[in-house]
């Protein structure tokens, strides 16, 4: 959305997306990073879930409110095994 239109029509009128994503990129993105380098699962939930909440207050902003991000439930393709000690079909 930043790349391709940083200045949408919100309901108040036009919202600077850079504006919000600036922070969140400054502040929220490396504490994700930060989290995964640890392999720190606490800390990588705790600040997934600040990421969640302020793309939410940024869909708000602009509109939006019918686009709720949310934590998934299930594995993304039930084709790859994620087990690391998995084996391969016989």
Known sequence: MVRINPMPKGPTGVVDIQAIFGPIDA???????QAIQNKDNTQFTAAYKQMLASCYACHVSTGRPYLKP?????VPQS???YDPDGKLPE
Do not use: E, F
């Open 27 to 33: 502040n929220v993105v490396p504490m994700i990073r």
């Open 70 to 74: 949310t934590i998934p439930t299930a």
């Open 79 to 81: 084709i790859i095994n």
